[in-house]
């Protein structure tokens, strides 16, 4: 078990070593560094891959969180860059996890060689959303992972037919309500980054999900067609979790990617 004492946090990482370029990834809301197993497994035999626990969740979570934004986690994930002595990696973000990464990008442009967005945004939460999301949350703290709760946030995250639902139930069911609010108000209040994406430099590949439910395909276009050197990669019949759901595709997509910034490797 490794953590980095870096901003006030104790961020819990899991690093596969080597000398291979480095590869960060960033988990979405509700979720852990667990969530990347299917890409992990890919790509560490060339790659340096690192995985984290993002504040409020798995082994990073607080008994009493303080508020926080995105802002505060791109600079999370640049000090344990910085930790582990990293000049710069590639980020690859899940949804929440897309958004801090494209902070990082924005803010600490250096230490990003390039950027990968999965079923993620650039844009503040829809707003017809957030009543429905709330009502959720709003249940998930105070009776509790039900069953109803449960089953909706698996269909909303991993899709109908994910296989290894329960096992995430499981996870969820440990959370504090202290960290499900204060996660949710962070994912629900960020700014819109939407007239930033010109300033993005870095090669950014755009992974989505043509059934993902969360984040429709319309905000995975405007990226692509806002950021100078992006690609975007559709996902056919994968919801928001697609790394998870449809490893397969996503794993040949981050391969090129990857593949093409750093040729000496395939």
Request: aromatic share 8%; proline share 6%; hydrophobic share 40%.
């Amino acid at each position: 078990m490794a953590f980095a004492d870096v901003n006030g946090q104790r961020l819990y990482y899991e690093d596969t070593g080597g000398n291979g370029p480095v590869v960060v990834f960033s988990h979405g809301l509700l979720m852990d560094h667990d969530m990347f197993a299917p890409q992990v497994a890919a790509l560490r035999d060339r790659f340096r891959c690192i995985t984290w626990d993002e504040r409020g969740h798995g082994q990073t979570a607080v008994a009493n969180p303080e508020p926080f934004s995105y802002y505060d986690s791109a600079d999370d994930l640049a000090a344990l860059l910085t930790h582990l002595g990293i000049t710069n990696a590639v980020l690859v973000g899940m949804s929440q996890g897309g958004f801090l990464s494209l902070r990082c990008a924005l803010t600490h442009p250096d230490r990003v060689r390039a950027l990968v967005m999965l079923d993620s945004q650039a844009g503040a939460e829809l707003e017809e959303k957030i009543p429905m999301y709330q009502e959720l949350i709003g249940t998930f703290m105070t009776q509790g992972l039900t069953p109803v709760v449960g089953e909706t946030i698996a269909q909303i995250i991993l899709g109908n037919d994910y296989a290894d639902s329960e096992y995430w139930k499981a996870k969820w069911k440990t959370m504090s309500p202290a960290n499900i609010g204060n996660n949710f108000q962070t994912l629900a209040s960020r700014d819109d980054l939407t007239e930033r994406l010109p300033a993005v430099t870095q090669p950014t590949l755009i992974i989505h999900g043509d059934a993902d439910i969360a984040i429709p395909m319309e905000r995975a276009q405007v990226m692509a067609d806002r950021i100078p050197d992006a690609t975007l990669a559709v996902i056919p019949g994968a919801g928001h979790a697609a790394n998870l759901s449809h490893p397969e595709p996503v794993n040949q997509a981050l391969t090129a990617f990857l593949n093409r910034l750093h040729p000496e490797l395939s």
